[in-house]
């Protein structure tokens, strides 16, 4: 099985910061890209950051600038650093990552998991 736990959300008056942290934990054998994606009430889901394994990274235009994306490999975890925030960046916040991880015994399976979210409020 494997899991991943974000934390670090909360409520944070506009223009302030939150650092988001995810944690993945099970039989896993690698971890590919990991992403951070968001949903505000009434919205479709976006997609804020991403990091490769190699440590590239991408931005969505709207957090460009204020936000930054990173891991740690030997831990298994990502983070977002958000600077600046904006009522606007109220939503809820997803980590996503592309896991090779054990099944049974020899057995390898690779897909996407998601954690369960954490929500983020930016008061104005």
């Known amino acids: 099985q494997v899991q991943l736990v974000e934390s670090g959300g909360g409520l944070v008056q506009a223009g302030g910061s939150l650092r988001l942290s995810c944690a993945a934990s099970?039989?896993?054998?690698?971890?590919?890209?990991m992403r951070w994606y968001r949903q505000a009430p009434g919205k479709q889901r976006e997609l804020v950051a991403a990091?490769?394994?190699?440590?590239?990274?991408n931005y969505a235009d709207s957090v460009k600038g204020r936000t930054t994306i990173s891991r740690d490999n030997a831990k298994n975890t990502v983070s977002l650093q958000m600077n600046s925030l904006k009522p606007e960046d109220t939503a809820v916040y997803s980590c996503?990552?592309?896991?090779?991880?054990?099944?049974?015994?020899?057995?390898?399976?690779?897909?996407?998991?998601w954690g369960p979210g954490t929500l983020v409020t930016v008061s104005s």
């Open positions: 996503n990552a592309a896991i090779v991880a054990i099944v049974g015994p020899g057995l390898y399976y690779a897909r996407d998991y």
């Open positions: 990091i490769t394994g190699g440590g590239s990274t």
């Open positions: 099970g039989s896993i054998v690698s971890i590919n890209a």
